[in-house]
């Protein structure tokens, strides 16, 4: 006997950029922008010299990895949903918290060893970890719930 999976709300935005693809527009530029941010703020903050280069440098890279690392967690929630045929993306925190860590560390690893590894050493680490920690796909965490009302 055949079970139907219904995915509610399967990946949180991605689902939404998969029916709204003008969400794509808000999305994309948004994560841009909050990488900025976080970069220029902590640039700012750990008093770091040649400000410009280094944003030139390093951005695009951030926000690459970001967004790689979001679509990796991203997928361990529908692999989890559909293989195991279990709950609702966000209403489940044994299956969104998982992909949220996974997406947070990936963050960390990818920044830590590729995007500042010509860093010194301290500023680095503290780089990676406020990336991680700061920029993880909270959105994972939205109860499917609130968006249909259940």
């Given amino acids: ?3 139907d999976v219904t995915l509610y709300n399967v990946l949180f935005p991605l689902w939404m950029l998969l029916m709204f693809p003008v969400m794509w527009l808000i ?3 948004g994560n841009f922008i909050i ?3 976080v970069l220029i703020i902590s640039m700012l903050i750990m008093k770091m010299p040649e400000k410009k280069e280094f944003y030139k440098k390093n951005i695009l890279k951030i ?3 970001g967004l790689l690392a979001d679509v990796v967690g991203s997928v361990y929630m529908l692999i989890i949903m ?6 609702r993306m966000g209403d489940e925190w044994y299956l969104t918290v998982p992909a949220l860590l996974i997406a947070s560390v990936l ?4 920044n830590y060893f590729i995007t500042f590894k010509k860093c010194e050493q301290k500023i680095r680490f503290k780089l990676a970890l406020v990336f991680a920690v700061i920029t993880a796909p909270y959105t994972f965490l939205v109860p499917s719930g609130w968006l249909y009302g259940y």
Wanted: aromatic fraction near 22%; charge should be neutral; avoid cysteine.
């Fill in 107 to 110: 963050i960390f690893v990818f």
């Fill in 63 to 65: 926000y690459g990895f």
């Fill in 35 to 37: 990488d900025s941010i």
């Fill in 82 to 87: 559909i293989g195991f045929e279990l709950g």
């Fill in 1 to 3: 006997m055949k079970k």
């Fill in 27 to 29: 999305v994309l530029p």
